[in-house]
C-alpha cells in the first residue's frame, strides 16, 4: 500500500442523521392500555469531504452504458428518504392473574458507517499488490520491505489524476483510466501479464433496511410464581449484504461481465472481482418463548426458566468474510456459491439455534437456624446462598465445501456439492470426533460436481445441488454453581464476601462444529471444543 505523506489512508467521513419520533399512551379502560407512535429516521448519504472517495458506477446510457471508476465520487448513493417505522402495542388485562399484550412495528435499519467505508480507503488511494514468482521470474526475499515505484495515474481526459500532486484536488466524479493503470503497471512487473484490479464500492441504489417485529403472549400468574409464553418473530427486508456483479477471482469471461478478456480467454484489463455493498439480503425469524418464574422470598428460593423453539431463516448471515476462520478447520462464508443468483442461499442462520432452555435458580441456605445459636457458630453458618444456572441448546447449523472451484464463476471458497449420501451425525461413534461416522471415508456422503456435460471452469463444473447450513453440529449443555456467603464487619459498615464459583461444574465435553471442507484435512472430524473445561474461581472480597 502506498501511503498519502506520512498518513495511510486517511479520509474524512462525514454523515448528517435526523430523527423524531412521537409516542401515546391511552387508557382506554382500567383494563386495556393502547400504546402507539410513529418514528421517521433519515441519514444522508456518507460524503468525503477531502475527496478521497472512490468506486464503480455506471455512466452513460443505452448502449453505451459502461462501468466506470470514479473518484471524488459524489454522491456515494441516492438518499432515501422512506424512513417511517410505524409501532403499537396492547395490553389488556383480561383477569386479576391474566395479562395478554400484542405488538408490532417497522423498525428502520440506517446505513452503517461501515458499509459506506467501502468508498473510502480503496483504489486509487490505497493499492495492495501481490508480488508472485513465476516460472523464470524468482522473487528475492529480503528481511526489509522494498520499494515499488507505482506508474502515474491518469484521469480518462488523459490529464494525470493528482495533476497538482494533491489527491484532494480532483474535481467530483472524475474518472480514473483504470486500463492505462493496469498496462502501466504490467510494463514495469516482471512477466509484463495484465491483471484485473479488484475493487470495493457501495451501489447508487443502496437504501434503507426494514424490520418488521411482532408478538403476541400472555402473563398468568399463580400464586407466587408467574408463567409467561410469546410468539414473536421479526422480518428483514432489503438487509445489507455483499454483491458481487463481476463474479469471483478466476471468473471466465462468460462470468465477468467488466473484466476485458482475449479470444483465448486471457484477462487484457477491465474490473476484477467487485464487492459491492446492496440491499440482497432478508431474513425471517419466528418463535415460541416460554418462561416460569417465581421471585418471592418463600421458602428461601428463587427460580427463573425459559424454554425457545425457534427458526431463523436468511441468505446471507454476514455482511462481508468469514463468520470463522479455518484454524479449526470448520468455514462459514457469507459470499453466495453462485454470485448471480442467492435464492439457493436460504436457509438456516448460521447463528439458528432451534431449541434453547436456561434455568437459574438462587437459594438461601438456612445453616443458621439448624445449627446450635451460640454466637461463633451463628456467624459462620449464616449468610450462605447457593447459585446454579444451566444452559441447554441444539445445535448450530453448518455448510459442507467442496473446497474446489466447479464452475467459471471463479472461486471464493463457498461451492457446495452434491449430496449422495445420509450421514450419521453423532459424537456417539467409535470415535468420539468422528461426527459423520466413516472417518476416512466421510466423503463418499457427496460427490463435487466437475468434469460434467456443459460444465465450465478449469474442471469444467457446475454448482452442487446441496443447500446453505443443511447440517446440525452437536447440542450444547453447561452447568454452572456458585456458593456466596457474606458476614458482616464491625456492626453493619463492612462486610466480607466469599466466593465459590464452579463453571462447567460436570466437565462436560462441548464439541465444536466439525471440519467441512470436502477436499480439506480431516473432513467430518471435530478438532476442537465449544467451550472450556471444568474452571474452579475462589474469591473474597472486602465491602465497605
Known sequence: MFPQDQQLGLTGIRRESYNAFFQ?????????????????????????????????????????????MLVNLQPAFHTDWSGLGPRAG?????????????SGAIVTLLPNIYQTNFITSTNPFELTLFMTAGRGAPLNFQGIAGTFPLPELYAANGQPLFATGRTTDVAPNTEWDLQRFENDLAAITPGHVVHAIAVNGVDTNFRNGYTGAYSTGFDQDLGDVKVTASYVATVGVRLPAIAFPNAYGGAEAGFAPYTKFDASGTITGGFGPEQIISNRSHSTYHSLQTGVQKTSP????????????????DDASAIVGQLQGLTNGTRQSAAPQDPYSTRSEKGPSTFDVRHVVTASVVQVLPFGRWLPARRWIHAIASGWNAFGVITLTSGSPFTVYSGVQQTGAGSSGGDRPDQIGQPSLSTSHAVTTDYFGLGAG??????????????????????????????????????????????????????LQFRAEFFNMFNIVNFGLPANILTGPGFGMINHTAGPSRQVQLSLKLLF
Not at 451 to 467: E, I, K, W
Open 24 to 68: 401515546d399512551t391511552w387508557k382506554a379502560t382500567d383494563r386495556l392500555v393502547i400504546t402507539y407512535g410513529l418514528r421517521y429516521e433519515v441519514n444522508t448519504p456518507l460524503r468525503e469531504p477531502t475527496g478521497r472517495a472512490s468506486g464503480p458506477q455506471f455512466v452513460g446510457s443505452g448502449v453505451a452504458l459502461r462501468q466506470a
Open 90 to 102: 396492547i395490553e389488556w388485562r383480561v383477569s386479576k392473574h391474566t395479562l395478554w399484550r400484542a
Open 298 to 313: 418463600r421458602f428461601g428460593v428463587g427460580f427463573q426458566a425459559n424454554y425457545t423453539f425457534s427458526k431463523s431463516l
Open 442 to 495: 466421510n466423503a463418499s456422503y457427496f460427490s463435487i460436481p466437475i468434469n460434467v456435460a456443459g460444465g465450465t471452469g478449469p474442471n469444467q463444473g457446475r454448482f452442487g445441488t446441496l443447500g446453505r447450513n443443511t447440517f446440525r453440529g452437536p447440542a450444547f449443555r453447561n452447568f454452572d454453581v456458585s456458593l456466596m456467603k457474606e458476614t458482616a464487619l464491625h456492626g453493619e459498615t463492612a462486610k
